[in-house]
């Protein structure tokens, strides 16, 4: 479906800061959506977190205000359109990128009836060993998971707060978005682009020629960081920890 200026949309990309949202946002640039005019390196809309990564909206979220929110929401959209309103016809679509947008999914289904939502996840263990901790620092408290006094147990509370957040998208994603939700899983994209990026194009209901999905496909380079979780010691790690890792659709090798 299209809004106002014929554009479909939004597609709307997050994930656990780290999980590869960057390039996935690129192709879905490269595919002809309208991804923001102020971004930075990170593809990561500069305009969205303006209005939304305000502390005290994701630190006590039942708090929120919703009149607010939607306010916000509401100029939020017009200035992205008014930014791509000249140019309209150089795109199919518009959307943006944040990894914590997640957060905010049951608000952004509701005031967007033709949202389409894409989870970038990447398995739990790397992440845990990641350096990007940002989301845990900021928005563990939401999760009630906190960062405790011993370095060494980090990657524990940084696990735990993946599988909170990955868990909570896709419960919220799945119940409200329904056939508008996809989960990219960031290691089968480096190990098959083509096919991953093929299952993406269908999923945004749009087509493109099998040698541009090869030039797409260029974008992924698989990162040496893939698989660092073997390199530690596993058993800070409860079996229930690993069990939900799994149930996530990851591999666990010890």
């Not at 205000?65 to 008014?82: G, N, R, T």
């Not at 795109?91 to 389409?116: A, Q, V």
């Amino acid at each position: 479906m299209k809004d106002q200026n014929g554009l479909a949309g939004p597609v709307v990309i997050g994930g656990v800061g780290g999980s590869g949202t960057r390039v996935v946002t690129e192709i879905v640039k490269q595919l002809g959506y309208f991804m923001g005019d102020d971004t930075n390196f990170a593809n990561d809309n500069i305009l969205f977190a303006h209005y939304f990564f305000k502390q005290e909206w994701y630190k006590e979220f039942a708090r929120i205000e919703e009149a607010s929110f939607y306010q916000s929401l509401i100029e939020f959209e017009d200035a992205e359109m008014k930014s791509v309103a000249d140019a309209s016809e150089s795109y199919i679509g518009w959307g943006w990128k944040n990894p914590p947008t997640h957060i905010y999914l049951d608000y952004l289904s509701h005031h967007f009836p033709h949202l389409k939502y894409i989870l970038v996840i990447r398995n739990g263990l790397d992440m845990a060993y990641s350096a990007n901790q940002n989301q845990l620092h900021h928005l563990g408290s939401f999760f009630s998971v906190s960062l405790p006094d011993d370095e060494s147990l980090h990657p524990k509370a940084s696990l735990e707060y993946w599988i909170k957040a990955n868990e909570r998208a896709i419960q919220i994603g799945r119940s409200l978005l329904g056939k508008r939700f996809y989960i990219l899983r960031y290691e089968e994209l480096c190990e098959n682009p083509e096919k991953e990026i093929t299952k993406l194009i269908k999923f945004l209901g749009t087509s493109h020629r099998k040698d541009s999905i090869a030039e797409l496909a260029s974008l992924i380079s698989t990162p040496e960081t893939i698989g660092r979780y073997k390199q530690q010691d596993l058993s800070i790690f409860s079996k229930k920890d690993l069990t939900a890792v799994r149930r996530l659709g990851f591999k666990v090798e010890q």
